[in-house]
T-cell receptor
Framework: DVKVTQSSRYLVKRTGEKVFLECVQD?????MFWYRQDPGLGLRLIYF???????EKGDIPEGYSVSREKKERFSLILESASTNQTSMYLC?????????????FGPGTRLLVL | DAKTTQPTSMDCAEGRAANLPCNHS???????VYWYRQIHSQGPQYIIH???NNETNEMASLIITEDRKSSTLILPHATLRDTAVYYC????????????FGAGTTVTVRA
């Protein structure tokens, strides 16, 4: 089974802190993604990566950065956390199946910024 | 990008089949139809996908109309653990396989 793990299920940080969210997948997937999910707004793509050291902006990259130093690990960084970054953060990795590509999600990290 | 339309919510009796409709009238020829679900407080879970043929796996069946403008996800024997939000998404290589999650359908399975 595909396994995507996230470093924390719940996290509480203070405004201005630097926050690291870690995601690890064990299926040798090329692509990895970071989303945030908020009530009424659904899932929104923050960043994605097609390969080690490569990154692409998603729909809402402002206030975030990412790091992909190893294929299995994709980190989301909040350089200076703000209260409007309180959210559920979801990591995913994807696997090509023929001409289709399927994303597998981790359990999510609920981040509260005070 | 093609967009999808799903009913906001639906109820289903435990043990009965649940049929979840989805409209994607602007789908393009190379876009796949994907279904995911999200159980409360968990990450989304992949269910099934298809291009134009009907598909079946251990979780569900996917019926795609011949014109590909709509599809139906079938949960053959719904259980209480199938209560979740179900998302119908279209995606392809042309949009880097990005998944655009809408509001989905909240399915409640009742005993």
């Amino acid at each position: 089974d595909v396994k995507v793990t996230q470093s924390s299920r719940y996290l509480v940080k203070r405004t201005g802190e630097k926050v690291f969210l870690e995601c690890v997948q064990d299926m040798d997937h090329e692509n990895m993604f970071w989303y945030r999910q908020d009530p009424g707004l659904g899932l929104r793509l923050i960043y994605f990566s097609y390969d080690v050291k490569m990154k692409e902006k998603g729909d809402i990259p402002e206030g975030y950065s990412v790091s992909r130093e190893k294929k299995e690990r994709f980190s989301l960084i909040l350089e200076s956390a703000s209260t409007n970054q309180t959210s559920m953060y979801l990591c995913a990795s994807s696997q090509r199946q023929g001409a289709a590509e399927t994303q597998y999600f981790g359990p999510g990290t609920r981040l509260l910024v005070l | 990008d093609a967009k999808t339309t799903q009913p906001t919510s639906m109820d289903c009796a435990e043990g009965r089949a649940a049929n979840l409709p989805c409209n994607h009238s602007t789908i393009s020829g190379n876009e796949y139809v994907y279904w995911y679900r999200q159980i409360h407080s968990q990450g989304p879970q992949y269910i099934i996908h298809g291009l134009k043929n009907n598909e079946t796996n251990e979780m569900a069946s996917l019926i795609i109309t011949e014109d590909r403008k709509s599809s139906t996800l079938i949960l053959p024997h719904a259980t209480l653990r199938d209560t979740a939000v179900y998302y119908c998404i279209v995606s392809s290589l042309s949009n880097d396989y990005k998944l655009s999650f809408g509001a989905g359908t909240t399915v409640t399975v009742r005993a």
